[in-house]
């Protein structure tokens, strides 16, 4: 549970959360979405897929995201958005 | 993942048993009030199906998602986890606080209308996707 409330402490990954409601995309169509590097989006991305907020699928050179979120994890995700939790803090680093 | 789910409802059954019948014996020895067993059980119904509910629109982690990419058919099982979990939560409350008379209908009414409205939107998911075979 730790691990969700870590994911969804960013407004970035609730943005992500929120795009894959409408289906499924791919890590570049996500990408596209926000004004960040690849690698700070991939980041993002470990950070969900560890959280298991969402599942994965290969579908030739691109990586399709899926939502995954239970009513409780849905729930959270809205409280966040709605308070604003996480706007002040810093993004998440790069990978090594 | 059914073995363990499987392992998970019988456990939850017995443990539905065992509090109903530690229940009606505690009553028989008037230790508690006699709507307290009723009142008891009803209540971890409701949490029982708020749980399942909870995880209905969750799938497991070694699970393939591309069985399921169907947007429509997804947010449509989302919203059946969510009702089912105000309607499971609005039973525990109702034989948590309610009158007995009136927790009786009022708990079946709310879950009644959590199945009724979440499997509407499933069958209105799946009619969406029919007529747009092409789609998504």
């Given at each position: 549970m730790?691990d969700?409330f870590?994911?969804?402490?960013?407004?970035?990954?609730?943005?992500?959360?929120r795009l894959?409601?409408?289906?499924p995309r791919?890590?570049?169509?996500l990408?596209?979405?926000?004004?960040?590097?690849?690698?700070?989006?991939s980041?993002?991305?470990n950070v969900?897929?560890?959280?298991g907020?969402v599942s994965?699928e290969k579908a030739?050179?691109s990586v399709?995201y899926?939502l995954?979120?239970?009513?409780?994890?849905e729930?959270?995700?809205?409280?966040a958005?709605?308070f604003?939790?996480?706007?002040?803090?810093?993004p998440v680093?790069p990978?090594e | 993942m059914?073995t363990?789910?499987?392992?998970?409802s019988?456990a939850?059954?017995?443990?539905?048993?065992?509090t109903?019948?530690?229940?009606?014996?505690?009553a028989?020895?008037?230790?508690?009030?006699p709507d307290m067993?009723?009142?008891?059980?009803?209540?971890m119904i409701g949490l029982?199906l708020?749980l399942f509910g909870?995880?209905?629109g969750?799938?497991?982690?070694?699970?393939d998602?591309a069985?399921?990419?169907?947007?429509?058919l997804?947010?449509?099982?989302?919203?059946?986890?969510?009702a089912?979990?105000?309607?499971?939560l609005?039973h525990?409350?109702?034989w948590?606080l309610?009158?007995?008379?009136?927790?009786n209908?009022?708990?079946m009414v709310?879950v009644?209308?959590a199945?009724?409205?979440?499997?509407?939107?499933?069958a209105y998911?799946i009619?969406v996707?029919?007529?747009?075979?092409?789609d998504?």
């Amino acid at each position: 549970m730790n691990d969700v409330f870590k994911a969804l402490s960013d407004p970035t990954r609730r943005e992500v959360l929120r795009l894959l409601k409408s289906g499924p995309r791919s890590a570049g169509d996500l990408a596209d979405a926000f004004p960040v590097s690849r690698p700070t989006m991939s980041a993002h991305f470990n950070v969900l897929r560890g959280a298991g907020l969402v599942s994965t699928e290969k579908a030739g050179k691109s990586v399709i995201y899926h939502l995954n979120v239970s009513v409780l994890e849905e729930a959270l995700l809205g409280f966040a958005g709605a308070f604003g939790l996480g706007t002040g803090v810093p993004p998440v680093s790069p990978p090594e | 993942m059914i073995t363990r789910s499987l392992k998970g409802s019988l456990a939850l059954a017995a443990i539905l048993l065992a509090t109903a019948y530690g229940m009606s014996l505690l009553a028989d020895f008037n230790w508690v009030g006699p709507d307290m067993p009723d009142r008891v059980t009803q209540v971890m119904i409701g949490l029982i199906l708020v749980l399942f509910g909870n995880a209905t629109g969750k799938r497991p982690r070694n699970a393939d998602p591309a069985c399921d990419s169907k947007p429509g058919l997804m947010a449509a099982q989302r919203f059946f986890g969510l009702a089912l979990v105000i309607g499971g939560l609005i039973h525990a409350g109702a034989w948590l606080l309610a009158p007995l008379e009136m927790a009786n209908t009022l708990s079946m009414v709310a879950v009644i209308i959590a199945l009724i409205a979440g499997l509407g939107r499933v069958a209105y998911a799946i009619f969406v996707k029919r007529q747009t075979p092409g789609d998504g």
